[in-house]
C-alpha cells in the first residue's frame, strides 16, 4: 500500500482515512494504545477539516501522507484553500465555553496531550498539519528526579 491517500474532504472518506490508517499502523507495529490514539486524533481533525470545507469553496482534496521511522510516525495533513488552522480551536480559557465549543468532539487540547507534536504550517496556498506520535513510552520528567 502506497504512503499517501488522496481524497476529498468529506465526511463519508472519514472510514477511507481510517483503513488507511490502520493498514500503515499494522506495518509499523503501533501498541494498541498508541494506534488508537493516534486514530482519534487523526479522526478529530479531519472532522475539523471537513467542517471547514463548508467556508472554504476553494478547498481542493486532503493529502494524507505517512512516514514511519524506527522511533517515530509522522502523519502529514494536507489541504488547498483559505488559512485554516485547527489547532487554534478551543483555545478559550473560560472552562464552560470551553466544554461547548468541545462539544461533538473531543477537543484540540484533548490532541495535544494525545500526540507527541503536531504542528500547522501555511506554504503558498496549502495548510499543512504534521502529527507525530513516538512508538516508545515518554518517561515522565517528575520520575527522573
Known sequence: MKNELVILPVIENLTIIAEFLQEKIKE??????KAWELL?????????????????????KMRIQWEGFPDKVVVTIETSGIPYNPLELN???????EEEEALGGMGIHLIKQMI???????TSNSNILKITKLKRLRRNKANNK
Open 40 to 60: 482519534l486524533v487523526t479522526d478529530e481533525i479531519c472532522s475539523h477539516i471537513i467542517q471547514f470545507r463548508k467556508y472554504d469553496s476553494t478547498m481542493g
Open 116 to 122: 507527541d507534536e503536531i504542528t500547522y504550517t501555511r
Open 28 to 33: 509499523n507495529h503501533l501498541t494498541s494504545r
Open 91 to 97: 483555545s478559550i480559557d473560560n472552562a464552560k465555553e
